[in-house]
């Protein structure tokens, strides 16, 4: 590879690169983030390769593996192009039809179409899936357009522009007023405004400073920075080598979680590439502007995406936050200047120099702009990845993008920000997504997990089932974080064991507010959010738990018995032979009953009575009613005695 | 060092510059309780005793005084009806698992904290981290140190330097608030008079 010495040499690469693809020419691109290598992407892959050299058509065709769209679940997705035909839950079985049809006589092979579940319509481009339809997708949408190993795809749709722009059109100061005016807020936590944090950096004294890629994204189920980090890792490091120039930084750190192998291994290989071209490195472009970045892997636990306890596991001591009342844009990573940002917000920065604060701000409320990529979760029919404009409702993320509730359920609540955030009811789904109408609500922003709940759900079961992940993930440095979270967690499971008493919900008020006013870092200080927010909206719940012992989602298992209707069960004794605890005693034309002595609530009985029948109940709050003598148990089939 | 003028509980007190709120406070005789704090070691903020009011601007914030910097007029209320609302809670949460230590129940008696409120922990630590520290900083050996996190998170000897140092040090012995630092060197003693390891191996200290 040649290095590019000045920007007139980098567009001149571009246009050879441009030049050399013909947009005419079949591409398959077939997703090679991770949730679709882990259904099996692959093997996909290979059949492709295979397939096209078998049908001698390896001139005709190029193939592509391409970072994360966002549907991983229904991947391995597909997209050939220039049609931008999409394939869903493609198999290597259906390689050779694809090849067939699709590439040699332009045909769509139906049954690998996205089907509206509702209408039943089928949708034949990537675009007219309502899941992508209702987006706005700004940066996740350049995942499915390269190559994720690939210097030259991301040259090809204009990378690494803004970077020269920066270096030669821009001082410091007028990239930092950019960012300023685009008013871009941190994707990663606290939406912090990300020009001030990048001023104070800049303005301290201490010559040497930092930059830094949080990609620790510790919450379980968001993945949004891993499908970044992996399917465009040179917009993360473009983004940052901006910032790093504004604010006179020379070194830069991506903390990466170990979990996140693909994630390593292709910014790993970004960055060689973009030191080969001398896109990073020393006299970047013929700037004169020199920056490296080093990749560390973290040992993966939540707490080290806090920004002290990061720069600490960064040091090389064990990751635990620090106390100091000092911001680390002042005083950071080795007690320099340090600006630490997430994924989501360094791979803005690109755009916002290329397309200007204004077009940024075009996009969301009055004070969160732009768009935020979001993990959708839960009782909802469609999973994954979704990047909204801010200011979207929840309600049109939910039901326009996510489908709505599957199974005919009800809605119950969203809770959005992670494990630390909070549970927003059904009233509320005409909010507006921003920083801080959310923290407002009771719950935030966080990273943007958004996991659904439907009328099943528990909601005292909720702030024990997040309770019990942060219990695991507190450091145990500081008092109210480690003690209060263990005891608010021993009262939720008392609670939803039907053991509460009266006080407790008052009692776990006061620890939350103890561990929110004084606890070291924010995990502790927003541990209490899902409970708050639970107690806030669904007050309700708690009260039938502690004083009736009744748990109206009839979920938890200690509160609810099992019950068959003798006036609805018709002896088919399906449940009977499906129990695995052999609790129900029935036989042919007998009304089948439940020994709740053997009983495990498994939930098996329920499920398989044929909804016709519907005789199973489950019951809670109240006493099981005595089963009938057994003289009363033979059934009397009225349908056939007329 | 230039001289500070802060007023702490209506009282204007002078500091120099680089003391935390807590030496101020203390160099004027206002004493603010603290369980991880000791002169010789690095400010920690573990226990959160040693919280205050300080009013910056207008703004009035809860922080630790062993960590914080006295400022310039700098104002700090070293009791309030939240600040003595958080002290008696982190009482009643440590008495949890040291309901006999001497240090705790005065404080307990000041700040009306019920050791009776949650249910006794199997282990007497608090997580000062003195012990930890101390052989840390001062001593440079490391012989004690903590392992896991969150509640699972215990302080354990490491018997192969155990064996070694802290026979004739002890010093961190009469910082440990608690019995904990005692039975968990009792339990490693047992442990050493088997051949020594130097790997890490996790001391229990539980009270059965
Ligand atoms: C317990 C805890 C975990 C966190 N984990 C992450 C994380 O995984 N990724 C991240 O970007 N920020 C995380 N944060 C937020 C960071 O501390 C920090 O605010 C953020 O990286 C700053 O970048 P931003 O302003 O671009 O969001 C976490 C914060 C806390 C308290
Ligand atoms: S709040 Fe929790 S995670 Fe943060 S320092 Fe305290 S114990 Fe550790
Ligand atoms: S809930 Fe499970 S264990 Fe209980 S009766 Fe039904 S199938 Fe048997
Ligand atoms: S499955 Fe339903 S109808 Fe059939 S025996 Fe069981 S309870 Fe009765
Ligand atoms: S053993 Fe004692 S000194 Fe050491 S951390 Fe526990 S309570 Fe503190
Ligand atoms: S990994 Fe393929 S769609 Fe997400
Ligand atoms: S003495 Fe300040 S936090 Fe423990």
Known sequence: ?642 | MSEIILQIDGKEVKAKEGMTVLEAAQSAGISIPTLCHHEKLEPYGGCRLCIVEVEVRGWTQLVVSCVYLAAKNLIVRTRSEKVDRIRKMILELLLAHAPDAFELQDLAKEYGADKDRFEKESSFCIHCGLCVRYCAEVKKKNAVGFVDRGTRKEISFIPGIASKECWNCKECFPLCPTEALQAAFVLTKALISSPPSSELVSVGIGKD
């Open chain 1, 1 to 642: 590879m040649l290095r590019i010495n000045s920007p007139e040499e980098l567009e001149k690469l571009r246009q050879e690169i441009l030049s050399r693809s013909d947009p005419s020419k079949p591409c398959i691109s077939i997703c090679a983030g991770a949730g679709c290598l882990a259904s099996g992407a692959g093997e996909v892959i290979a059949a492709f390769k295979a397939e096209i050299e078998k049908q001698g058509l390896t001139t005709d065709v190029n193939t592509k593996g391409t970072g994360c769209p966002g549907f991983c679940e229904r991947g391995p997705v597909v997209i050939i192009y220039p049609e931008e035909i999409c394939y869903l839950r493609v198999k290597p079985d259906d390689v050779p039809e694809i090849i067939s049809q699709t590439i040699r006589e332009k045909r769509v092979v139906d049954r690998l179409l996205y089907v509206d579940p509702t209408t039943g319509e089928k949708a034949i481009h990537e675009s007219d899936i309502p899941f992508y339809k209702n987006q706005k997708r700004n940066l996740i949408s350049y995942n499915s357009k390269i190559d994720s190993k690939s210097i030259d795809d991301y040259l090809a749709i204009g990378g690494y522009s803004a970077l020269a722009k920066v270096l030669f059109k821009m001082t410091a100061e007028q990239v930092l007023e950019e960012v300023k005016k685009s008013n871009l807020r941190g994707r990663g936590g606290g939406g912090f405004p990300a020009g001030n944090k990048w001023e104070g950096s800049r303005n301290a004294p201490e010559p040497i400073k930092y930059v830094l890629v949080n990609a620790d994204e510790g919450d379980p189920g968001a993945f949004m920075d891993r499908a970044l980090l992996e399917g465009n890792p040179h917009s993360i490091l473009e983004g940052l080598t901006i910032g790093a120039y504004a604010i006179g930084s020379h070194e830069g750190y991506i903390y990466v979680r170990q979990e996140y192998p693909l994630a390593v291994v292709n910014v790993n290989i970004a960055i060689r590439q973009a030191e080969e071209y001398g896109l990073l490195g020393k006299n970047i472009l013929g700037s004169g502007f020199d920056f490296t970045v080093k990749v560390h892997q973290g040992a993966g636990a939540f707490v080290c995406g806090e920004s002290t306890a990061l720069m600490t596991a960064l040091e090389g001591r064990a990751g635990e936050p620090r106390p100091k009342y000092i911001r680390s844009n002042i005083v950071g990573l080795w007690g320099r200047p340090t600006v630490l940002n997430n994924v989501e917000t360094w791979a803005n920065v690109p755009l916002i120099i290329n397309k200007g604060a204004d077009w940024f701000t075009q996009f969301g409320t009055e004070k969160s702009k732009g768009t935020k990529i979001f993990s959708l979760v839960g009782k909802i029919t469609n999973t994954g990845l979704v990047e909204v404009p801010m200011g979207i409702t929840l309600r049109d993320i939910i039901y326009k993008i996510g489908g709505g509730i599957p199974g005919g359920k009800k809605f119950k609540a969203v809770q959005t920000g992670g494990p630390s955030g909070g549970c927003i009811p059904e009233k509320l789904l005409d909010l507006e997504v921003g920083f801080d109408e959310l923290t407002k609500a009771g719950s935030m922003m966080g990273s943007g997990g958004m996991i659904v709940m439907d009328e099943d759900t528990c909601m005292v079961d909720v702030a024990r089932y997040f309770l019990n992940f942060l219990i695991d993930e507190s450091c145990g440095k500081c008092t109210p974080c480690r003690e209060g979270i263990r005891q608010m967690l021993k009262i939720l499971t008392n609670i939803t064991k039907g053991k509460g008493k009266e006080g407790d919900i008052e009692l776990l008020e006061e620890l939350a507010e103890v561990a929110i006013d004084a606890s070291l870092c924010a995990l502790g200080k927003s541990a209490p959010n899902p409970l708050l927010s639970t107690v806030r909206y669904f007050r309700d719940e708690y009260e039938a738990h502690v004083k009736e012992k009744r748990c109206p989602a009839l979920s938890c298992k200690e509160l609810i018995a099992y019950h068959i209707d003798p006036s609805k069960c018709q002896a088919c004794m399906i449940c009977l032979k499906k129990c695995p605890a052999d609790a129900i005693e029935g036989g042919k034309n007998r009304i089948h009953v439940i020994d709740q002595g053997k009983c495990t609530k498994c939930g098996t009985c329920i499920e398989v009575c044929p909804a016709r029948f519907g005789a199973v109940n489950k019951i809670s709050g109240q006493p099981v009613p005595a089963p009938i003598p057994e003289d009363a148990r033979t059934l009397v089939r009225k349908s056939k005695e007329q």
